[in-house]
């Protein structure tokens, strides 16, 4: 079957330029919604899981879903530190981490209104386990002290976080000392001290979670069984990338079904769109259906060249609608965590899958939009079509 040449179709396109136009921009800002509703989903997945580090092991009390309802008393955190196993730092001590998990609200910076952060007691062991956050302003706080450093996204976004200010909460004033970035991870959002200090101030008699770095990245399964053993742990050890991978999942997979949702009931109206357009081709180039069959060009190809008219019209607003998506790349926002209660502060991520999703998404509304009436055109009559032009 002899096909209608693919600049044929393109020049039927730009001669309609304003209509061409005017529709593309339609289905490109349904593109958009559907591109930085992935977008988001994917930032906040990577900031999570970005978080953790595949040969450090994070330790729970059995059951618990977050590190803020977890607890591990002192003598379990004890045993765990002393597991064989354990890498060493520089200094020769085992690195271990035994801390602990509280949430406090403070106003924001933009608003009156106040936000959870995530307040972590830690140590200098805590920091080594974590080699993505450095201080890039300031100090380590010091321990035993009323001290505190603060990740970037909170210096940034909460009112009386800057170096050098005084945060009140837990009934005494804490003095920042330090600044730290942690490389777009949910440590952003943090707020760290002393672990004795703020166990103390925060009246806790157990550590929330215990951290601790493998000697050797395949030794977890030893460790677990040994975890599993012994009568006086009742704690569920895990790879912490895989904690906070589950740490990500439901608010991530909440944002795409939401936001999926939505972007289809407004693809409708993009379909409609074209499908307007495309009907209006119809009956506008009826003279040229009647002198293309008359040529030889078959039903078949008639149809074909109509949809793909509708599909490059698509293409276009697809493309448009992830140019304007791509720039959100540079936004940074910050939400609610479901399974903390914490600010997560993250950036819209473009990955090569969401522009393959969102083209195939965009090439959808065009063939849906452009088949009726790619149809209609390819059963007009020879005759009619002559009569008509």
């Not at 035993?144 to 050098?164: N, P, T």
């Amino acid at each position: 079957m002899k096909a209608v040449p693919l600049s044929y179709i393109a020049r039927n396109l730009w001669v309609r330029r304003v209509t061409t136009l005017l529709t593309a921009g339609g289905m490109a800002l349904v593109v958009y919604t559907f591109a930085t509703v992935l977008m988001m989903s994917e930032g906040i997945r990577a900031t999570l899981v970005a978080t953790g580090r595949p040969d450090n092991v994070i330790a729970l009390r059995k059951g618990s879903p977050s590190e803020i309802s977890s607890g591990v008393d002192r003598s379990q955190a004890a045993v765990l530190a002393s597991l064989p196993g354990i890498a060493r730092g520089a200094d020769g001590q085992r690195l271990a981490s035994a801390e602990t998990v509280v949430l406090n609200a403070l106003p924001k910076k933009d608003s009156a209104k106040a936000g959870n952060l995530t307040m972590r007691g830690t140590s200098a062991a805590g920091l080594a386990l974590r080699p993505q956050v450095r201080l890039v302003a300031g100090r380590m706080f010091r321990p035993g002290s009323a001290e505190i450093i603060v990740g970037r996204a909170v210096s940034d976004g909460f009112a009386g976080a800057l170096l050098g200010q005084s945060l009140r909460f837990a009934g005494r004033e804490w003095r920042i000392v330090g600044i730290f970035d942690a490389a777009h991870t949910a440590f952003d959002s943090e707020i760290w001290g002393d672990v004795d200090v703020m166990m103390q101030a925060f009246r806790r008699s157990a550590y929330s979670v215990v951290l601790w770095r493998l000697a050797d990245p395949d030794g977890f399964a030893r460790q677990q069984a040994v975890i599993a053993a012994d009568p006086r742990l009742t704690v569920e050890a895990k790879p912490e990338v895989q904690f906070y991978e589950e740490q990500s999942q439901a608010l991530a997979t909440f944002i795409r079904i939401l936001g999926t949702a939505l972007s289809i009931i407004f693809s409708i109206g993009a379909v409609v769109g074209a499908m307007i357009t495309m009907f209006a081709a119809v009956s506008q180039r009826t003279g040229e259906i009647g002198t293309l069959r008359a040529l030889g060009f078959r039903r078949g190809a008639v149809l074909a060249a109509f949809l793909g008219e509708s599909l490059l019209l698509a293409l276009v607003g697809g493309l448009m609608g992830l140019a304007g998506a791509s720039l959100m790349q540079t936004v940074n926002i910050s939400t609610t965590n479901f399974q903390t209660f914490a600010e997560l502060a993250f950036q819209f991520k473009l990955t090569p899958g969401i522009v393959v999703q969102t083209l195939v998404f965009a090439l959808a509304m065009g063939f849906i939009g452009g088949f009726i009436p790619a149809w209609r055109a390819a059963r007009l009559q020879i005759v009619d079509c002559l009569r008509a032009a």
